[in-house]
């Protein structure tokens, strides 16, 4: 080769390595790369970025605000007895029984840090590439309620609360509640359960209060929680003053 030729070839060469600056190099930005089959045959994986970047996405579209998106398991403070456990709890939640396709309820009075808790599951089942969606309660009844007359933003508010793998609602049953307000919520709690989609549910109600409110809303809570059902214990909370 002649010495301008070989002095182009480097050229380009170096350009396209310049050019090779991709955010995942494994598989240049794909979403996935090629490995051989059993029978020789060449095959598509999912790369490792695919999973972080959904987690990226999905982090953007969960509804938290900034603020709240600092609510992680490190920084939930644990000063008594019920939030250790209820920390534990949430931990072993989002290892193990999400994957069961269960949902989680925290139960407590104001300031035990249900919501902080509820969050910071969330934040985690984010991480692992899971779609989740944050609602506070009553913001979700008004947004239903503003809606109802025009069919198509009525859809659309529906299926943000139907759609997403896991959907967080905060006070859950906070104030007072109507009738047209039990149908709403019994329209989406039975459709999550029988479409298998799991709740994160922070509430001050206890379940049998929840029971007696509304039985059919309380027993697919129930089931649908089943051993996840964590009661920040009121004696637990004075642990600090003693
Ligand atoms: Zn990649």
Request: charged share 30%; aromatic share 8%.
């Amino acid at each position: 080769m002649d010495k301008k030729l070989m002095e182009r070839v480097q050229k380009l060469m170096k350009e396209s390595t310049v050019k090779d600056n991709y955010n995942c190099p494994k598989c240049r930005d794909l979403g996935y790369t090629f490995e051989m089959g059993e029978d020789n045959n060449e095959i598509a994986v999912p790369c490792q970025c695919l999973s972080k970047k959904r987690a990226v996405e999905n982090l953007k579209k969960c509804g938290l605000s900034d603020v709240f998106k600092k609510k992680t398991f490190e920084s939930y403070k644990t000063l008594t007895t019920s939030q250790i456990a209820a920390k534990h709890k949430s931990l072993k939640y989002c290892k193990g029984d999400f994957q069961n396709k269960k949902s989680i309820i925290l139960s407590g009075r104001c300031g035990t840090g249900k919501t902080h808790l509820g969050i910071a599951i969330m934040l985690n089942l984010i991480e692992q590439g899971v779609n989740c969606r944050y609602v506070e309660y009553n913001n979700m009844i008004i947004s239903l309620k503003q809606s109802v007359m025009d069919e198509l933003n009525h859809l659309k508010e529906m299926e943000k609360l139907l759609n997403p793998l896991v959907l967080f609602i905060d006070d859950f049953l906070k104030g007072k509640t109507t009738d047209s307000d039990l149908n709403y919520i019994y329209r989406i709690i039975n459709s999550r359960y029988l479409s298998n989609k799991q709740l994160i549910i922070s509430t001050e109600k206890s379940m049998e209060e929840i029971l007696s409110w509304d039985e059919a809303v309380g027993s697919r809570l129930v089931e649908m929680a089943g051993e996840n059902i964590i009661y920040f214990d009121e004696n637990s909370l004075n642990y600090r003053l003693k």
